[in-house]
T-cell receptor
Framework: NAGVTQTPKFQVLKTGQSMTLQCAQD?????MSWYRQDPGMGLRLIHY???????DQGEVPNGYNVSRSTTEDFPLRLLSAAPSQTSVYFC?????????????FGDGTRLSIL | SQELEQSPQSLIVQEGKNLTINCTSS?????LYWYKQKYGEGLIFLMM?????EEKSHEKITAKLDEKKQQSSLHITASQPSHAGIYLC???????????FGKGITLSVRP
C-alpha cells in the first residue's frame, strides 16, 4: 500500500532555480492538496485540486504553480526559487476534500533554498 | 488572520498526568480533524468530528466537538512518552472543502 508518495525527500536549490515536487497517490482520490510547514506557522495550504483538470489557490499560492492532468498525480512547481520558500512541503489526498473524509499525507519534501 | 487557534502553544507534562488541548475556529465548522506529527515526520490522522456534541475515543485519547463554541478539545488520559509530538487541528470552514490547519501544539511528556 503506497498511499501518498512524495519525491524527492530532500532537495537543495539555489535562488532562481526552478524545480518540480512530485506527488502521486494510488487510492483513486479526487481531492489533492499541497501544504507547506514552517516553524510556528502550522500547515498552510498552497494549492488544491478537486479532480483532474481542476485546481484552485489556497492561502499562500504565490511563487508556486500546479496542474492536474491525471487523478493520480499532482506536481508542485517552483517557478523561480526564493529563500522564503525554504520549508517542508506536504502533499495530501482524500476522496472528497475535507468535509467528509480525512486527508492522507505523504512523508514530506524538505526543501532548502540557498 | 488565523482561522483556527490552538491552545496552549506548547505543553510539558509529567508522565501519567492527564491533559487537554483546544482548537477554536473563528468560522462555522463543517468538519474538524486532529492529526499528530512526530518531529521530522509526516502527519498521522487521529480523529474526525463532524457533528456538534460528537465525541470519539481511541486508546487514551478523546476528542470532542462543541458546535456552539466552534471549538474542539482533545484530552489525553495518563500521558505517556509516546504521546509526545505536535498536535494539529484541521477544519473545513467553507463550502469549498478546503482543509486548513492551526499552528499546532507541541506536547512533551517527561518520564
Amino acid at each position: 500500500n503506497a498511499g501518498v508518495t512524495q519525491t524527492p525527500k530532500f532537495q537543495v536549490l539555489k535562488t532562481g532555480q526552478s524545480m518540480t515536487l512530485q506527488c502521486a497517490q494510488d487510492m483513486n482520490h479526487e481531492y489533492m492538496s499541497w501544504y507547506r510547514q514552517d516553524p510556528g506557522m502550522g500547515l498552510r495550504l498552497i494549492h488544491y485540486s478537486v479532480g483532474a483538470g481542476i485546481t484552485d489557490q489556497g492561502e499562500v499560492p504565490n511563487g508556486y504553480n500546479v496542474s492536474r492532468s491525471t487523478t493520480e498525480d499532482f506536481p508542485l512547481r517552483l517557478l523561480s526559487a526564493a529563500p522564503s520558500q525554504t520549508s517542508v512541503y506536504f502533499c495530501a489526498s482524500s476522496y472528497s476534500g475535507g468535509r467528509y473524509q480525512p486527508q492522507h499525507f505523504g512523508d514530506g519534501t524538505r526543501l532548502s533554498i540557498l | 488572520s488565523q482561522e483556527l487557534e490552538q491552545s496552549p502553544q506548547s505543553l510539558i507534562v509529567q508522565e501519567g498526568k492527564n491533559l487537554t488541548i483546544n482548537c477554536t475556529s473563528s468560522k462555522t465548522l463543517y468538519g474538524l480533524y486532529w492529526y499528530k506529527q512526530k518531529y521530522g515526520e509526516g502527519l498521522i490522522f487521529l480523529m474526525m468530528l463532524q457533528k456538534g456534541g460528537e465525541e470519539k475515543s481511541h486508546e487514551k485519547i478523546t476528542a470532542k466537538l462543541d458546535e456552539k463554541k466552534q471549538q474542539s478539545s482533545l484530552h489525553i488520559t495518563a500521558s505517556q512518552p509516546s504521546h509526545a509530538g505536535i498536535y494539529l487541528c484541521g477544519a473545513v470552514t467553507g463550502a469549498n472543502s478546503k482543509l486548513t490547519f492551526g499552528k499546532g501544539i507541541t506536547l512533551s511528556v517527561r518520564p
